[in-house]
């Protein structure tokens, strides 16, 4: 059985482990006094305020009347008493963590224990590593789950997560996963169309996770060449190469236990995909021009609008890597598939320019409904673009649906036009011929790119949409030649 022990014998035995979070109360009942003292003097090594007591009838009544967060409770041998205790205290407090502590003998009690609810169980006699590993276990575990508790709270009162807004469905769904995944080191691979808000995505499981304290460092992999990416990562030693007048530290240790952002993982070289590959299953790094490795500990969150799963079955991406990735995976729903957001978007956008300019800008009936309608291919940076530019090009605080991008105002014209044209035919007239949303939407962009002389990353910005999107349109239409006409 556990011996007497002082605090300072009590730390030997205490795991290298991270100082919780909060104070937690844990209530110790068994009879056997020098059990009790020997818990007590671990416990309260590792950070706990404890209480104890002999008596399970009594243990009852304090966990009635005071719930402590931990319960380490005895299981007498031959009696059902421990494990209606057990029972009760669930029924009362079901956030609460309860251990029971069995003889070595009798592993039917443990699992009965575990199913009246208790979450862990010690067999006597153990060793005093033991009972420190199991506290500290059910310490991470309760904590885990308060900190789940209280995002759902958030979410309850609130229009969205953090500085992500909706409360569509689909992003309730993106929410509840967002709140188990923050509380993990997993990577994670984060999926969808371009405007989507995949950085923000990462910056909300950084922010809600266990090392919100610690860095959070973005990479763009798209736009830096592959050795620049390299010693971003990794980082690189004095006399690397020309120009590497000292040693610096890549992101991926630097970045300490927060999180690495990799943007457009997706188009990394192949040899890059390598070297990460290796980073992620070694845990360490070699910097550039070095001989010898450095551990790692940053979180990686990965994000691509590419079909990462077609990419490597032409061998464009690493199936070992994209495995590696894609421990927790989060495809986010694009805005045309949560139009009920975009109310609540469009807000939250026109507030804050309102903010800034010190002019509070509202929009009419028409100008939300056209937003409604709209299809939003550039999802909500698309959004927000036009909400920019509808205050900038308002000539009041009351946006109006010419205050809008050419591609709205013309969709609502089509809508309009498609209307007359219905009820010419319901009164028996001649059908009115009406163009397309897609073609308009090819006319919009030809003659955008036509009055800036082939610019097209100004004519992006005149439509309200991003780079990506443009080109992508560019290719689905066919426009070639026919933009510089």
Known sequence: MLETISNTRAMEYIPNIAQLPARLHLLVADPDAAVRSA?????AGLGFAVESTGDLDQARSLMESRAADILLVNLPPGSNKGLEVVRDVKLLHPDASVIAMTASNSVSAAVEAM??????YLAKPFAMDELSTVLDRAAANHNSGSIARQLRERLRLSQGL???????PEMEKLYRILSKVAQSSHPVLVLGESGT????????????????EKPFLPVDCASLAPTLIESELFGYVKGAFTGANRAKDGLLVSAESGTVFLDEVGELPLEMQAKLLRALQEKEVRPVGATYSVPMKARIVAATNRDLG?????????KDLFYRLNVVNLRLPALRDRREDIPLLAAH??????????????????????????DWPGNVRELENAVERACTMGSGPELRLGDLPTQLRQQE???????????????????VQVK???????????????????????AAKLLGIGKTTLYRKLKEYGIGDAAKE
């Open 115 to 120: 199913r009246c609810g208790a979450s862990d």
């Open 310 to 318: 077609a990419m490597v079955v032409s061998g464009a991406f690493r």
């Open 39 to 43: 818990c007590a003097e671990i416990a």
């Open 436 to 458: 397309t949303l897609a073609q308009m939407e090819r006319e919009a962009i030809l003659d955008a790119i036509r009055i800036l002389k082939g610019d097209k990353l100004q």
């Open 349 to 374: 956008f026109l507030d804050r320019v309102s903010r800034e300019r010190k002019w509070k800008y509202t929009l009419n009936n028409e100008a939300l409904q056209a937003m409604m309608l709209y």
């Open 162 to 168: 953090g500085a992500m807004i909706g409360r569509s």
């Open 197 to 212: 808000g995949k950085e923000l995505v990462a910056r909300t499981i950084h922010a809600y996770g266990l090392n919100a």
């Open 413 to 431: 014209l089509a809508a309009k036009h498609a209307a007359a044209a219905l009820s010419d035919c319901a009164d028996g007239g001649e059908a």
